[in-house]
């Protein structure tokens, strides 16, 4: 037997497991940054028990089940970078040499008329020879924001694509909606543009905020200063990044102490969370966040925020009590 690749011990079991059947698609300079963060963590040696738990993001070979997708080569170059040398397929960097301006239109569409050689095309060419390299497909996580024209251009004319291709397979958006004012003039619209797409072919959209992000960042990091607004520090895209790259961990990332009598790891695969939380078809919008380090919220203020978007009346116009 062939010595495993991710550990060294004799009884190690990887190599017995069939290849992870997500593929995770990052598209547009956001995606590529957000999955810079998220791969930085994945391919961190140090972390504990990463040995046994970082197998299932790779394929048998020992590269990343990861494509990066973007019109400009510089964000995905500096990813390259920074994130554990070799761990990136060649054939799986699909790179174009004119930003899209940040237009929808012009993202979904290309810069001329699509041939074989067109971005899309090759990214979904890559896409196929990726699903053919594991055992099974089982859906891929696209990584893309919902403002420049690559991301939610491109982003939205891939999901449609590899929903058409693949229709058993289950497709989980991660998608970064933009700041409410200040970064882009077209940014509502592609912003709507590219949720209407995601809404007729995602199965579930994890949808993370900017303003938001920013908002629990300052919490988190203790930077926020009420008193002086202009005196409070800048929080860099580099840690919202991180911030939002954690929190995919904290759904996405192996539980190596929960393992079944197969002594596969729990959290291998994101589906189960989209047949639990998103069963009916027209309800796909997922939310998640860390738990604030400064303290811990209360039943009592915890369970009110829960139940104030629950529904108050039933289909017959009968008030629904939560009390029993």
Avoid at 183 to 212: I, K, M, T
Avoid at 233 to 251: F, V
Avoid at 271 to 281: A, F, G, Y
């Amino acid at each position: 037997m062939e010595r495993c690749e991710f550990s060294s011990r004799s009884d190690c079991y990887c190599c017995e497991l069939p290849g992870m059947s997500t593929i995770w698609l990052q598209i547009g300079q956001c995606g590529n940054q957000v999955g810079q963060e998220w791969w930085k963590l994945v391919t961190n040696e140090k972390a504990p028990n990463s040995t046994l738990d970082r197998y299932p993001f790779y394929a048998p070979d020992g590269k990343l089940s990861a494509l990066c997708v973007d019109s400009e080569p510089k964000v995905v170059r500096s990813l390259l970078r920074e994130v554990k040398s070799g761990s990136f397929r060649d054939s799986n960097i699909s790179l174009g040499l004119r930003g899209r301006g940040n237009n929808w239109a012009l993202g979904y569409h290309g810069l001329q008329r699509e041939d074989d050689n067109s971005l899309l095309h090759r990214t979904l060419d890559s896409f196929r020879k990726e699903v053919e390299r594991r055992d099974a497909y089982s859906g891929v996580v696209l990584l893309h924001s919902l403002t420049g024209g690559t991301g939610s251009g491109l982003g939205a004319h891939l999901c449609e694509s590899i929903r058409e291709e693949f229709p058993m397979g289950y497709i989980l958006s991660v998608t970064v909606a933009p700041h409410q004012v200040g970064e882009s003039p077209l940014q509502h619209y592609n912003s709507l543009l590219c949720l209407s797409w995601l809404q007729r072919y995602a199965d579930g959209v994890l949808l993370f905020h900017n303003d938001d992000v920013l908002r629990r960042m300052q919490v988190l990091c203790g930077k926020k200063i009420d008193h002086a607004p202009a005196l409070q520090p800048q929080i860099s895209l580099s840690d919202m990044n991180t911030h939002i790259a954690s929190c995919l961990a904290g759904l996405m990332y192996p539980v190596n102490k929960l393992r079944t009598q197969s002594a596969v790891s729990i959290g291998l695969e994101p589906w189960e969370l989209l047949r639990t939380v998103c069963p009916v078809p027209t309800t796909k919008f997922l939310y998640t966040s860390q738990v604030n380090r400064r303290g811990t919220a209360s039943w009592d203020s915890m369970l009110s925020s829960i139940v104030r978007t629950l529904p108050r009346h039933s289909p017959t116009g009968d008030v629904v009590s939560f009390c029993r």
